[in-house]
């Protein structure tokens, strides 16, 4: 065996399982999140010699992962919007089917709950969702998320910050709708 497919093989086993982690945070889909960890490392594998080492390995395939994870959004967001059974829709149900997400972490009592939090988490922009995300969910230090994003440590923490002043809105807003049905 080559000495370069026995690292590609090392890295993809060491970082598959972050890959596939960042691309169902976004995504809300098993199938979806298993399609972009695909498509991450087929582009990891055809741009290794390039890469130039500005940052880290890690910190390079979270990029990959993010961008490929949403630009997969906005593909499937634009063909749900041009045809909906042969006509054109602007149905936020029928272009937005996250209600049946099923993140395998969380218990079964508390679906629901997690339905409406991950719902009101897309729609944050993009870049408050990403920080959020990975401070909140992968935990990762601001540096660490600047780096990523490359975004000063300050606007990360801008970002962070109105992403939980804006959930903290919506989410109150949301439950109180819940609670009265």
């Known amino acids: 065996m080559k000495q370069n497919s026995v690292d590609f093989k090392n890295l993809y086993n060491e970082y598959k399982v972050l890959v596939y982690n960042v691309a169902l945070n976004y995504l809300q889909n098993t199938e979806d999140a298993e399609e972009v960890t695909q498509d991450v490392f087929v582009q990891v594998h055809e741009s290794l010699d390039q890469f130039n080492k500005k940052s880290s390995l890690k910190t390079w395939i979270y990029r990959i992962t993010i961008n490929k994870s949403l630009n997969f959004i906005k593909h499937k967001a634009s063909k749900k919007r041009f045809f909906v059974f042969g006509r054109k829709s602007n149905n936020e149900l029928e272009i937005n089917n996250l209600s049946n997400f099923e993140h395998p972490g969380i218990l079964l009592e508390n679906k629901e709950k997690s339905t409406i939090l991950f719902r009101v988490i897309n729609e944050l922009t993009e870049n408050q969702k990403t920080a959020f995300m990975l401070s909140k ?30 959930l903290k809105e919506k989410l109150s807003n949301k439950f109180e709708e819940h609670r009265k049905k």
């Open 137 to 166: 969910l992968d935990g990762l230090s601001n540096p660490e998320i600047s780096d990523i994003m490359q975004l000063s440590i300050s606007s990360v923490e801008s970002l962070i910050f109105r992403a939980k002043t804006s």
